[in-house]
């Protein structure tokens, strides 16, 4: 079955240096997602992307948040100057299409990659 | 914004028993209501969902019913059994932007054998 996959499954970093997350989502999707979950909290939506483009984005997902699908497969999330509050699991979730229309839009999450900040 | 409520925390039944799961949202526009399971470690996987145009939905032991004029929906799960044990989550989203679905606070539920 096909599935998402996410790189790192742990990262841990000095508070301000730069995180990259991977995401590779299914092949034939074309919506992608970044949630988060603090440890023990409810799952975030950060931001969605569709046709190369931030489609919306949370109060969350400030300036020190970027997003970008650099060729066909990968999904990446980059935290610029990661502060102690970024830590949480962060969740890559795709689907192939949107709800609109009468389809089920279905989100398929990764694992997740939990991102520890000292 | 939307803002999905969920009850209860936690939940601990014998095996065999049903378990509900209830979720009320704010935002009446949202029309899209699926629950996920969560196992640890893992990330959320769909289990069941309905759109504002069905007040039932069922699958195999799982089953969802949604009031649209009070803004709830519940998840009923029967014959329970260990292996259902994990944190569900309810959501709401609306069709301009469905993935951005709004997450409740999580159940927390364990079977016991």
């Known amino acids: 079955e096909p599935e998402v996959t996410q790189t790192p499954s742990h990262q841990v970093t000095q508070m301000g240096q730069e995180v990259i997350l991977r995401c590779v989502p299914i092949?034939?999707?074309?919506?992608f997602y970044w949630y988060r979950q603090i440890l023990g909290q409810k799952v975030e939506f950060l931001v969605s992307?569709?046709?190369?483009?931030?489609?919306?984005k949370s109060e969350i997902f400030d300036d020190q948040f970027s997003v970008e699908r650099p060729d066909g497969s990968n999904f990446t999330l980059k935290i610029r100057s990661t502060k102690l509050e970024d830590s949480a699991m962060y969740f890559c979730?795709?689907?192939?299409?949107?709800?609109?229309?009468?389809?089920?839009?279905?989100?398929?999450f990764g694992e997740g990659s939990r991102l520890t900040v000292l | 914004g939307e803002n999905v409520e969920q009850h209860p925390s936690t939940l601990s039944v014998q095996e065999g028993d049903s378990a509900v799961i209830k979720c009320t949202y704010s935002?009446?526009?949202?029309?899209?209501f699926p629950w996920y399971k969560q196992e640890l470690g893992k990330g959320p996987q769909l289990i069941i969902d309905?759109?504002?145009?069905?007040g039932e939905k069922k699958d195999q032991r799982i089953a969802v019913t949604l009031n649209k004029t009070a803004k709830h929906f519940s998840l009923h799960i029967t014959e329970t059994q260990p292996e259902d044990s994990a944190v569900y989550f309810c959501?709401?989203?609306?069709?301009?932007?469905?993935?951005?679905?709004?997450f409740g606070d999580g159940t927390t539920l364990t079977v016991k054998p």
């Open positions: 992307f569709y046709n190369n483009e931030i489609s919306e």
């Open positions: 309905i759109r504002s145009n069905v």
């Open positions: 092949s034939n999707h074309l919506y």
């Open positions: 935002d009446s526009a949202s029309n899209y």
């Open positions: 959501a709401a989203s609306h069709n301009t932007n469905a993935g951005k679905s709004t």
């Open positions: 979730a795709s689907s192939e299409t949107t709800i609109a229309g009468g389809k089920t839009g279905e989100l398929f």
